[in-house]
């Protein structure tokens, strides 16, 4: 049986949801495979994420689930197709080698759509894949005339999400706004700790016996995005800055991968400044 | 608001299922606070876990659901109240001394009602906490004998639940009948690796890198009953067997404590030889 | 064979430290059980712990060892005895408990002398096991006098370690520096993430996916000691904040437990705001 | 300072190894960057691995410690140069992917002289990275001839290490005697559960909740070499078959990176069916 269509509601909450929710899609004779549901009790908010199968007119679905539910309510029906991505790179070839070969062998529920780079160091690498790459250069130009070039790229593409594989550079809030929610992180340290640039540096110097790794959607104010997911790893005195750097790239690959599923299958919520993580 | 009770079911899946039942529960007027369920593809099974504020009739509950549920459907409506539990241990320490604390402390979802140790060592410890401890050798009796013995001190206490705390006598098929689904073991290594005795006296000859512990519910077979929650800790060439049973210590009450949690809080199901946890 | 003693140096590195410290143990006829040693790079410093078995003369020894070393040589030769400690507490037991009921099974590698709490709930828990309960509040007098109590109650057991176990009180510079390198404290997130109070509400509104605890050496500024060890446990966005203080707890007990193993058998060196752990 | 060269030594233990092999190098004038010992109880066997910086003349240094040592001493005094391995595979890409994604980019401290594949579905893959694919089907011929067609191939190379990438055929106890020790395999459980064919299946009719990946250094029985590393990843009730495997994939590709990463920084001693590691 196909996953056919996964259907996401955000509402304020009140009585009956489940059952009218349930109850339409009985009725319409929709198989639910799947259905989350959570409530904030700090917003009041309900979030729900349904997986059903069978033909479905998504039209007619919302309409009559729209009429059930609170006038601001939020509903998506989204068809099982592939999301398409576009990734942003600097230097490091990590996390871009482990989605380039996922994207290879088909595993990643994304069709990668080009690559964009502040460095040309990863074009080589990401053209054996067949993958575009263009090199936007930062240097000698303004912030806004290098994202504005950035942005020109993407029109080409109408990409659903980006992907900061390691992307150097912080993007302005005008940028981030036209991606609202919809540009992804990874960020070199276990989130707060080691806000901002030189993460492991810092780590090193404090001693930690713990580094991390966060994937967080980016929002407006530096690092500090709705985190999606986190892991850590452990590191020994007499590992020095490189090898924490060297350890620290096995998660962020593996954190970044994992946050991509994620979205990629339409189970991120994002409230405020937190995620509601529907796995 | 009070988590007043847990409603379970299982039977066999249908369409509409959630549909009916979220829509007796919102007719009846009750809040649902948390709604899991999952269907079993290899057996067809649909399991239900609700959370429900409100006053209930339970009966006439019960009846509407069962109504438009298939005929085999098992319905339990069960009240937020403290389970009642037996320790059965032998001679080690760590996981009774876990959970006493905890009990102390009111931060069990149980009731301890007594403890009962094939050995005696036990005693005076578990009578620091004010609980009866009833001494049961096996030495010098049949084993018939030893567990019916064992039965008449239960059959005082009315337990919902026996926990096997590191109790080193194998319970024969009439006992574990008698508690069908009700006893919880915690077994000293990574299940299936290592089943039966000296589990971690067979890690160290294997040199393995990693050692586990495994909390599951007792059936009639040694060490397969459905797994509840594993967990794992490394260990280094430099660990010799008294260092790994050490680790191994940690990892038992910590696998316990969380087993017996999802137990106390009616979040496990058992399916055949596995759970299905609602965490 | 019994390992006798522990030998600690702390030193400037300069060539032919092995050689020299290993011919002299050879020449003496004692057995190394387990060498090691660490240099650290930044700082230039050699650090090294052995495990020796055998009679020994400790002041020949230390002499002999001090006449190889360069002047500044720092050397320890520490018989295998339990250390004594006491211990500090506020209101939460599950670090008491945990360290209580493994002192009572000779589990510890110390002998605890007492407990002082600023509150008086954990007292009757105490005493269960024969331990001396001191509560010394904090409340109608100043800091001085707080902490000058607790000095003269600590003043008749002469302890080697006081550890703070969920300790709420912020010691002053004074306090600390009387027990230099021998306090160690557990606070409850991963270090440096949410530095101060109310570390879970912190993390709870940051909406992270891993919460975490650090045990580590109190120096004079505030969760800013140098780090013995460090664990973290994964919480979900349907974990409220009493659902993550709870997870937190379990990590904290049993970070504290290993931090304080490693303490015990004299496996810490401190460089700086760093530790050199010689596991 | 380079690096310059690793002194693995495997020898009885006895009194004064240390002090004589610390003595030795001091003499020279060698600086000893890390040194670590191990003697394994049971065995009586003293293993020691050395990195050593400054100009070395190995066969003056090897006679030199050969003549301290005890008789049956296997010492190796080894250059710190990459070393040649080659790659064994299927049709699973994902450790192949990692390996040469890290090759390409110099972070793998070997050099890939090739891929063989008992499949030709990784050819066209292998070779983007211009790395020689040799596709040696084992249809249509004995197990013999095709272990011959191999070991001819891998002639022409000379590798230090064959690393079996998701490479599923079992080889000959003569083929693994060819490249005794020299062969690293990753298999997809938590040895020893689960061992021989199928293990996912196998570990979700179990019911497992962890599932795990072993690198181990193949000898003659299946599954049964000496353990480099393990890994394991948390599994629920509602992960099926496939899932199971996804995640593992994701621990396999981690574990054999790390085994391989000791193996080839000469960090790995084998002891009878254990490994001792330096890490």
Redesign the interface.
Known sequence: MEKNHVIRIKCPDQ??L???I??I???R?Y???????????ETGQFFARLEIAGELEPQELESELKYLLPPSAIVEIIPRNKKRIVLLVTKE??CL??LL?RH??NELHAEILAVIGNHNMLQS?TE??EIPFHYISHEGISKTAFEETILQTLETYQPDYLVLAKFMRILTPEFVQRYKDRIINIHHS?????IGANPYKKAF??????I?ATAHIVNNDLDEG???????IPV???D?LTDMIEAGH?IEK?VL?DALKLVLEDRIFVSG?????FS
Chains 1, 2, 3, 4 share one sequence.
Do not use: C, W
């Not at 198989?31 to 959570?38: A, D, G, R, S, T």
């Not at 110097?205 to 713990?210: F, N």
């Not at 709705?226 to 850590?232: D, K, L, M, V, Y």
């Not at 400044?273 to 993580?277: A, D, F, L």
């Open positions: 009585k009956g489940i059952a009218g349930a109850g899609l009985f009725k004779g198989n639910i495979l799947v259905m989350k549901e959570y409530v904030e009790t070839y990590h080698g482990d070969v290879y062998f690498f054996k894949f276990f989130l707060p700790a080691f110097e404090r001693g930690v016996k713990l991390g709705p985190i999606i997911t986190q892991q850590i020994k005195h007499d020095g096995e593996s991968a400044n937190k995620t509601i993580v």
